[in-house]
Nanobody, 127 residues
Framework: QVQLVESGGGLVQAGGSLRLSCVAS????????MGWFRQAPGKEREFVAAIRWSGSNPYYTDSVKGRFAMSRDNAKNTAYLQMNSLKPEDTAVYYC????????????????????WGQGTQVTVSS
């Protein structure tokens, strides 16, 4: 089993920044990809970003490119999502997820392939 614990959410004004963290523990040796998804009230869960377990090849949905950056610290088994220039439409619960095996590009965007999920952290951006 793998456990994922997110932190770092909060309330921020438009144009501000937040950094989300996701700590992975347990049987992480066969994980290939870590991802971030978000879900706003009344909407489906949507892909935000993904990165290889090694920390290479980050991939982003178009709406966050140039504003968000995903990274990993292998020594700490932690993934990060640095979110800059936040907009009210970024308001959502953000979930960390992990999957076995690899993907690339849009292949990383489907939540059904992610086996492990965190509990979520709320991000609220005020206008």
């Amino acid at each position: 089993q793998v456990q994922l614990v997110e932190s770092g959410g909060g309330l921020v004004q438009a144009g501000g920044s937040l950094r989300l963290s996701c700590v992975a523990s347990g049987r992480t040796f066969n994980l290939g990809i870590m991802g971030w998804f978000r879900q706003a009230p009344g909407k489906e869960r949507e892909f935000v970003a993904a990165i290889r377990w090694s920390g290479s090849n980050p991939y982003y949905t178009d709406s966050v490119k140039g504003r968000f950056a995903m990274s990993r610290d292998n020594a700490k088994n932690t993934a990060y999502l640095q979110m800059n220039s936040l907009k009210p439409e970024d308001t959502a619960v953000y979930y960390c997820a992990a999957r076995v095996g690899y993907c690339s590009g849009n292949g990383c965007a489907d939540p059904k392939w992610y086996l492990y999920w965190g509990q979520g952290t709320q991000v609220t951006v005020s206008s």
